[in-house]
């Protein structure tokens, strides 16, 4: 009785990780595959509320902030041209693109789940700011991607728990699923031709924000009594 008891959680979490996996495979669908910004954003809303569950009134303001400073991020760079939607609605960006930036942070805390880091915000603060220059000031694809990368690196000098790298890594693999699909069905572009169509700073930067939702993000929402973010 004491084995299973004790598996039944590990046999919750397992469950709730095939959930949000399926949860993000359906969304990538959605993005490239459904017609329509409105019905894409319509289905995203399904697939996410089946994948997610319960969501805390924590956890969705820190949704919001995360797509406010995303939506601001995109707007500079699509008036800088770094890249450009093929399908806008408004101010340059299709509706649904809005809200995407806090779906990718809640799903990655949800899936990696852990507990939050303590302290250093200040630090890590400074080290976001200083992370998102490169992509707020560099045009050029490949400088980007050597500034993003030294800063990136910088970072992990900084933060080397194992959850960070564990962070940085699932949303790097996130970012890779979700540019591959969006660029290749045409829903946005890169100027140049890189590889698939997708410039290689895309993994220090998606990569970068997850480091940053551990570090930031992260310790913004309440905790059970073991420290750790629930997934249900």
Known sequence: MTSFGNSVPALRLLGARLRLLC???????????????????LTMLVIWGLGFGRVRAAEMLAMLAVNLLFTLMNWAALH????????????GMPLYEYL????????????????????????????????ALPFALISDPTLSLAVSGL??????ALFHEPMDFAYAGYMALVGALIEYVGVRTGQWHYPGQDFA?????????????????????????PAGVDGRVSVS
Do not use: C, E
């Not at 800088?80 to 101010?91: E, K, T, Y």
């Not at 809640?106 to 976001?128: E, I, K, N, Q, Y």
């Not at 895309?202 to 570090?215: I, K, N, P």
């Open 197 to 221: 169509g997708v410039p290689f700073w895309f993994l220090t930067m998606w990569a970068g924000v997850g480091l940053f939702t551990r570090r930031l993000v992260l310790p913004l929402l």
């Open 151 to 156: 800063v990136l690196a910088i970072g992990f």
């Open 23 to 41: 949860q993000l495979v359906a969304t990538a669908a959605a993005l490239g595959w459904v017609p329509g910004n409105p019905a894409k954003l």
């Open 80 to 91: 800088r041209g770094s890249f450009g939607f093929d399908h806008p609605d408004a101010l």
């Open 100 to 131: 995407m930036w806090g779906f990718y942070t809640l799903h990655t805390m949800r899936f990696l789940d852990g507990a939050a880091p303590r302290g250093r915000l200040v630090l890590a603060s400074a080290a976001a700011a200083a992370f």
